[in-house]
Nanobody, 115 residues
Framework: QVQLVESGGGLVQPGGSLRLSCAIS????????VGWYRQASGKQRELVGT???????KYADELKGRSTIYADLDMHTVYLVMNSLRPDDTAVYYC?????????WGQGTQVTVSS
């Protein structure tokens, strides 16, 4: 059984930075990608960015330049770094792994940007 566990959320001051982790356990024989998403209260879940198993990354246009996704060599842990945080970055952040024809979600970690 594949499990994803996000961590690293919490309260961050505007202008600050954070690093979220997505720990992936279980057996995925062939990864396609791991993505980070976020969902603010009352809004739809949106894509932050994706790292593909071959290495490239892709980010939502509005988050380019403020977000970086990277992973360890076997993609068992995937990280999201965000800088220059704003109050509208407040959301629950989720990771999703795609592989072997399936998708797997974590439970999310709350990020609150506030002074």
């Amino acid at each position: 059984q594949v499990q994803l566990v996000e961590s690293g959320g919490g309260l961050v001051q505007p202008g600050g930075s954070l690093r979220l982790s997505c720990a992936i356990s279980g057996s995925i024989n062939r990864y396609d990608s791991v993505g980070w998403y976020r969902q603010a209260s009352g809004k739809q879940r949106e894509l932050v960015g994706t790292i593909f198993s071959t290495g490239p990354t892709k980010y939502a246009d509005e988050l380019k330049g403020r977000s970086t996704i990277y992973a360890d060599l076997d993609m068992h842990t995937v990280y999201l770094v965000m800088n220059s945080l704003r109050p509208d970055d407040t959301a629950v952040y989720y990771c999703k792994a795609r592989g072997d024809g399936s998708s797997y979600w974590g439970q999310g970690t709350q990020v609150t940007v506030s002074s």
